[in-house]
């Protein structure tokens, strides 16, 4: 999946992708916003290439699951 420039840039902007409804599973994966631990943990460290990597990671997820 390749999201447009312009949509990858606006989801960077975004301070997080955090959709407050945060509890880890028993992978350590918010049921919120389908971060890990790690990524959460680490989002204010990342560069906007490691944002954009996990942002498209998500979207994808979300595709998926509503194709199933």
Known sequence: L???I?????MCIRDRPCI???????????TGCK???KEITNW???ST???QNI????????L???SS
């Not at 407050?20 to 918010?30: G, M, P, S, T, Y």
């Not at 498209?56 to 997820?61: D, I, M, S």
């Open 2 to 4: 390749h999201l447009s």
């Open 6 to 10: 312009r949509r990858q840039r606006q």
């Open 20 to 30: 407050a409804n945060c509890k880890l599973d028993e992978d350590d994966v918010c």
């Open 35 to 37: 971060r890990t631990i």
């Open 44 to 46: 204010s460290n990342y």
């Open 49 to 51: 290439q490691q944002k």
């Open 55 to 62: 942002l498209t990671r998500l979207e994808q997820q979300k």
């Open 64 to 66: 998926d699951t509503h």
